[in-house]
């Protein structure tokens, strides 16, 4: 069962902006974390921003500032929006979903982590 599905990548330049959208299932949005990672062509992968259904809401420092997360719960959808876009931002981004968080990761702690297929987001100079 598919149960995350990212949409919104794709090609901008540096400066520019784009918003990354998240449709889970309903019962994987109302885990208690959801969140983006990215992993860059060689690179490791790297959580950047989480939300959880008590509020707290943590942002790695390479986006702090530029990018915000936020839900839809009529939608059951997660948004990233990206602003001032940098070339270093290029990755493949996921969204995630687990029942436990640790800094801006979701980590599953009684039951699996649920990530997506990824979206493409690629930042020009």
């Known amino acids: 069962q598919v149960r995350l599905v990212e949409s919104g990548g794709g090609p901008v330049q540096a400066g520019g902006s784009l918003r990354l959208s998240c449709e889970a299932t309903?019962?994987?949005?109302?885990?208690?974390?959801m969140g983006w990672f990215r992993q860059a062509e060689g690179d490791e992968r790297e959580g950047i921003a989480v939300?959880?259904?008590?509020?707290?809401?943590r942002y790695a420092p390479a986006v702090q500032g530029r990018f915000t997360i936020s839900k839809d719960t009529a939608k059951n959808t997660l948004y990233l929006q990206m602003d001032n876009l940098k070339p270093e931002d290029t990755a493949m981004y996921y969204c995630?979903?687990?029942?436990g968080r640790r800094g801006t990761v979701c980590v599953g702690q009684n039951s699996r982590t649920y990530a997506g297929r990824g979206t493409q987001v690629t930042v020009s100079s």
């Open positions: 309903s019962d994987t949005y109302s885990s208690y974390c």
């Open positions: 995630a979903a687990a029942d």
């Open positions: 939300i959880t259904t008590d509020g707290i809401i």
